[in-house]
Nanobody, 123 residues
Framework: QVQVVESGGGLAQAGGSLRLSCAASGRTFSNYGMGWFRQAPGKEREFVAG????????WYADSVKGRFTISRGNAKNTVYLQMNSLKSEDTAVYYC????????????????WGQGTQVTVSS
């Protein structure tokens, strides 16, 4: 019914950039938050960034503040994660999540999840 699909992952050099895209279908998420999580090998899944339905409220993990930017597309069921100044510790599988109540922060409940896209940063 509801499908969440990430794209844009790949290999980048340290200091480089990648842009992840996410599209949710099967429902309109204009009034719900969307976000990004990541999980590195041997580590727990962690919150990376979130954005409210309006796009006016954003949250970032301390580890990515100033480097990553989350935004919504013209269609509110799309979300992007611009990743700049990448570090090796950013290497992880990145998951897009949708359907969060405001403010779509790190403790919000996200209802729908994508399958993940691999991001690998080399030195």
């Amino acid at each position: 019914q509801v499908q969440v699909v990430e794209s844009g992952g790949g290999l980048a050099q340290a200091g480089g950039s990648l842009r992840l895209s996410c599209a949710a279908s099967g429902r309109t998420f204009s009034n719900y938050g969307m976000g990004w999580f990541r999980q590195a090998p041997g580590k727990e899944r962690e919150f990376v960034a979130g954005i409210s339905g309006s796009g006016l409220t954003t949250w970032y993990a301390d580890s990515v503040k100033g480097r990553f930017t989350i935004s919504r597309g013209n269609a509110k069921n799309t979300v992007y994660l611009q990743m700049n100044s990448l570090k090796s510790e950013d290497t992880a599988v990145y998951y897009c999540a949708a359907g969060a109540d405001w403010p779509a922060g790190p403790t919000s409940r996200y209802t729908y999840w994508g399958q993940g896209t691999q991001v690998t940063v080399s030195s």
